[in-house]
Nanobody, 125 residues
Framework: QVQLVESGGGLVQAGGSLRLSCAASGRTFSSSAMGWFRQAPGKEREFVAGISWSADNTYYADSVKGRFTISRDNAKKTVYLQVDSLKPEDTAVYYC??????????????????WGQGTQVTVSS
């Protein structure tokens, strides 16, 4: 079982930056692909970024490429999402998610087995 707790969200002006963190509990974190998703009011949850268990591979939605960076520290059981050059359309609740052991990164929410409670990111214009 994996429990995930996000932090680092907040209110920021357009062009600003935040660093989101997702702390995991459980023994399997270092063997789990991780993803960040977001959900804006009235919209479906969408894939933002993903990272393989070894951190060798990262994936990004086209809308965030060049602005967001996903990373992980397996010793600290934490995955990060550095969000730069924020835009008002980035406003959403950001969720961290984990897949079960040894599975590859996926871009669909239904492929993930464990979810955090989310952290709100609000970007003002």
């Amino acid at each position: 079982q994996v429990q995930l707790v996000e932090s680092g969200g907040g209110l920021v002006q357009a062009g600003g930056s935040l660093r989101l963190s997702c702390a995991a509990s459980g023994r399997t974190f270092s063997s789990s692909a991780m993803g960040w998703f977001r959900q804006a009011p009235g919209k479906e949850r969408e894939f933002v970024a993903g990272i393989s268990w070894s951190a060798d591979n990262t994936y990004y939605a086209d809308s965030v490429k060049g602005r967001f960076t996903i990373s992980r520290d397996n010793a600290k059981k934490t995955v990060y999402l550095q969000v730069d050059s924020l835009k008002p359309e980035d406003t959403a609740v950001y969720y961290c998610a984990a897949r079960k052991l040894w599975r590859s990164v996926a871009t669909t929410a239904s492929a993930y087995d464990y979810w955090g409670q989310g952290t709100q990111v609000t970007v003002s214009s």
